[in-house]
């Protein structure tokens, strides 16, 4: 059985943190949530694991153990948190305010899309990933071709700088256990930073469900 001990190290390795720095320049105008769980996957089948991407809707099936990711930038953060914020919305009523959309929507909001991954697919391994990028120092015509660059900059200029990334990182964590909080789970963290075109902080927040005890990564 897969571990999370053993996805971590992955990410932390030599080999996966090369390809990540070269993913950051050649796949800088798309998330790259697919292109990661896909060079995971090849990690994992190189370590005798029957590694499957997108497995009947799973996101990452290794050998029955159900892996599901999510990908966001930095500047998206303060917005999926302060979903909390609405009047009558607690990690206790989610729930039901998603079922019945009174303040959430599938598409138009980030919550239930992550609440339908722990919750509802009741995933064995949740992975966030979440990446900061400062992009002050490209020309226009190269800025023009990074994903979600005008709200990227707008976030470093008036909300936080890339050097306070790990602020951000901490309010994702904060979310992610009280939105995990029902079902339990260890919750491991790596930041992985990379140079590239421009640099570039990956922080990858894994939660077991398999595990009962929190532990801190």
């Not at 039901?96 to 339908?116: N, S």
């Not at 200029?157 to 964590?173: C, D, G, I, L």
């Amino acid at each position: 059985m897969v571990t999370v001990q053993e996805i971590k190290a992955i990410f932390d390795s030599a080999d996966f943190r090369a390809e990540l720095e070269e993913m950051s320049t050649y796949a800088a105008s798309m998330k790259q949530e697919r292109p990661i769980v896909l060079l995971l996957s090849k990690y994992l089948w190189r370590k005798g694991y029957k590694a499957a991407p997108e497995l009947k809707k799973c996101d990452l099936n290794v050998d029955g153990t159900l892996i599901e990711f999510k990908f966001h930038f930095d500047a998206d953060i303060p917005n999926i948190c302060g979903e909390m914020n609405r009047p009558g919305v607690t990690f206790e009523t989610l729930s039901e305010l998603i079922q019945d959309k009174t303040l959430f929507h599938p598409t138009w909001t980030t919550t239930p899309g992550i609440f339908k991954d722990i919750h509802g697919k009741e995933a064995d391994i949740f992975v966030w990933i979440i990446c900061s990028r400062d992009l002050s120092k490209l020309k226009d015509e190269d800025v023009r071709r990074v994903c979600w660059s005008p709200a990227q900059n707008k976030f470093n200029k008036y909300v936080f700088p890339y050097s306070r990334n790990a602020e951000v990182f901490s309010q994702a964590e904060e979310f992610i256990r009280g939105l995990a909080g029902p079902r339990n789970c260890s919750v491991e963290t790596l930041t992985v930073t990379t140079k590239g075109t421009f640099p570039s902080t990956y922080h990858f927040v894994l939660c077991d469900f398999r595990i009962k005890s929190q532990a801190e990564g």
